[in-house]
């Protein structure tokens, strides 16, 4: 009997289990009611009386080795299985929630998109810009009132650097950077000091377009812009040009649509006018050629800029300016299907 259990011993020692099931099937051949260890216990009856004491101490310890053993293997299994399951790299994916872009960006992306089909090409320039770049080289003079018109950001202690409030900077800095053919549209973010509400922030988005060229006209300027509008508003959609006053062309004017959301019959969007403002262009003001080297008697050129947000407005009817900049998921998700 002492000679089978020290062999049960020995056994119990090299048990290996290379998952759950197989410490199951230990656990019931050696610690189960008909397991070899209880089928040692049932013989101890038969021991003699001498030998009782230390079989029995012997068998305990078979008991207490067996049943650390199995202890051990089922924790090993246990977490071999669970790192197993971590990496799992056949596994189907996770349902993962993905993000979705911005309508801005939406919107951005396709503006670009259509006039990069008409041949023109990105352009960026910074967003904490000189005077020089914002105003004066945009025929903007030292004293002009149109300076007031801008709520211009100032960076303290460096007055001549500010937040630039529109992007027509970047015409100055294409132009500084390379001669005609130029045609260039240029997306970004502008600042004005101004009062949030719903209809006013003091941040929202521009998109500036600046080409130049021999012999570019209005006409040009007109039928590119009514492309632009088709595309981005639909086919039947009219444009109509008001004269306005920009510093940096001349003539300059403001373009309107008809409305998109009324179909042009006069709704509160357009106050029942029809007609929606949607960008200020004109023809780029000889002053401005020069002040930025290019031959103003060689070279005529057009330039146009819009905001994203009232363009987004249009084809989305977002009410409050604020949404766009609030990070609320539950908006943000809608545009989900435009991506
Ligand atoms: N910079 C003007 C603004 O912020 C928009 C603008 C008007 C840009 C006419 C132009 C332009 O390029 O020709 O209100």
């Given at each position: 009997m002492i000679a089978r259990i020290q062999e049960l011993l020995e056994e119990v020692e090299h048990l290996q289990a290379s998952n759950a099931e197989e410490v199951e099937a230990l656990r019931i051949k050696y610690?189960?009611?008909?397991g070899c260890i209880n089928a040692l216990m049932a013989d101890f009856r038969n021991v003699p009386a001498d030998q009782k004491k230390e079989v029995g101490m012997k068998i305990n310890e078979l008991k207490d080795k067996a049943q650390q053993k199995i202890a051990a293997l089922k924790e090993a299994a246990e977490t071999k299985d669970s790192t197993a399951d971590d990496l799992d790299l056949t596994r189907t994916p996770y349902p993962i929630a993905l993000g979705t872009r911005h309508p801005l960006t939406i919107v951005k992306n396709e503006i670009v998109d259509i006039f990069s089909r008409l041949g023109f090409t990105l352009a960026e320039g910074p967003e904490v810009e000189d005077d020089w770049h914002v105003y004066s080289s945009m025929n903007f003079a030292d004293d002009h009132p149109a300076r007031d018109m801008q709520d211009t950001f100032f960076i303290e202690a460096h007055p001549d650097i500010v937040l630039r409030s529109h992007t027509s900077s970047v015409q100055a800095r294409v132009m500084e950077r390379m001669q005609p053919p130029i045609r260039v549209i240029c997306p970004g973010r502008v600042y004005r000091n101004e009062a949030i509400s719903a209809r006013a922030h003091c941040f929202f988005h521009q998109v500036e377009g600046l080409y130049i060229d021999k012999n570019v006209s209005f006409t040009d300027l007109k039928q590119v812009l009514l492309l632009f509008a088709q595309e981005m508003f639909g086919k039947g959609t009219q444009i109509r040009l008001r004269p306005s006053y920009f510093p940096f062309t001349e003539p300059s004017a403001e373009m309107d649509i008809s409305c998109n959301i009324c179909g042009g019959k006069g709704c509160s969007f357009c106050k029942h006018t029809g007609w929606v403002e949607i960008l200020g262009c004109g023809m780029v003001d000889p002053a401005v050629l020069e002040a930025n080297g290019i031959d103003s008697k060689t070279y005529t050129g057009y330039a146009f800029g819009m905001g994203i947000e009232r363009i987004t407005n249009l084809k989305?009817?977002?009410?409050?300016?604020?949404m766009f900049s609030e990070n609320d998921t539950r908006f943000l998700e809608e545009f989900q299907a435009a991506n």
């Open positions: 610690l189960s009611k008909k989305y009817q977002v009410k409050d300016l604020r």
